[in-house]
T-cell receptor, first 112, second 114 residues
Framework: GQQVMQIPQYQHVQEGEDFTTYCNSSTTLSNIQWYKQRPGGHPVFLIQLVKSGEVKKQKRLTFQFGEAKKNSSLHITATQTTDVGTYFCAVPNAGNNRKLIWGLGTSLAVNP | DTGVSQNPRHKITKRGQNVTFRCDPISEHNRLYWYRQTLGQGPEFLTYFQNEAQLEKSRLLSDRFSAERPKGSFSTLEIQRTEQGDSAMYLC????????????FGEGSRLTVL
């Protein structure tokens, strides 16, 4: 069946270092969404990517959608303690694009 | 608009008891989703509604789980004869039928079954 893999599962960085999480799909995607969940919180939408090779930036966050639309990445430049949390990618279910399949997430810890 | 609201935020119950969670979505959102999340996992799809119609229910859900959205506004998720394996965070999310597809989540209802 359809699978979404996220790596790494955990990442520990010093404040100021960069961070990247990757999301890989077994199928070609129509779009991909990224969410952030703070510890004890709920997922919050960050962005949706739709176009092949698309790159979008939000301040220190850079999101990229692969040319083949099967992978995506989220890169954070110069991490801050406020970046702590779990970053999830979510993709439309191949059989029913009105529901999402979620990756397991990448948990980011930032040492001050 | 106050966003998606869920209650209760926490529920502790004994095995075998029934529990019910309520979700009030953003008022103009016609799609409503229920997810379950356990520690270290992503949200797991349970069911979703378009207006009052329940369009899909996960095959992972047993018959002990039922959800309703009687007037196309708020929704309830009931778990009958709870088991310890039901302990999790139950998340509700809503979205517009059109547009970017962004899901707006509530803060969740955490269930602990003793």
């Amino acid at each position: 069946g359809q699978q979404v893999m996220q790596i790494p599962q955990y990442q520990h960085v010093q404040e100021g270092e960069d961070f990247t999480t990757y999301c890989n799909s077994s199928t070609t995607l129509s779009n991909i969404q990224w969410y952030k969940q703070r510890p004890g919180g709920h997922p919050v939408f960050l962005i949706q990517l739709v176009k092949s090779g698309e790159v979008k930036k939000q301040k220190r966050l850079t999101f990229q959608f692969g040319e083949a639309k099967k992978n995506s990445s989220l890169h954070i430049t110069a991490t801050q303690t406020t970046d702590v949390g779990t970053y999830f990618c979510a993709v439309p279910n191949a059989g029913n694009n009105r529901k999402l399949i979620w990756g397991l997430g990448t948990s980011l810890a930032v040492n001050p | 608009d106050t966003g998606v609201s869920q209650n209760p935020r926490h529920k502790i119950t004994k095995r075998g008891q029934n529990v019910t969670f309520r979700c009030d979505p953003i008022s103009e959102h016609n799609r409503l989703y229920w997810y379950r999340q356990t520690l270290g996992q992503g949200p797991e799809f349970l069911t979703y509604f378009q207006n009052e119609a329940q369009l899909e229910k996960s095959r992972l859900l047993s018959d002990r789980f039922s959800a309703e959205r009687p007037k196309g506004s708020f929704s309830t998720l009931e778990i009958q004869r709870t088991e310890q394996g039901d302990s999790a965070m139950y998340l509700c999310a809503s979205r517009l039928d059109l547009g970017a597809g962004e899901l707006f989540f509530g803060e969740g209802s955490r269930l602990t079954v003793l």
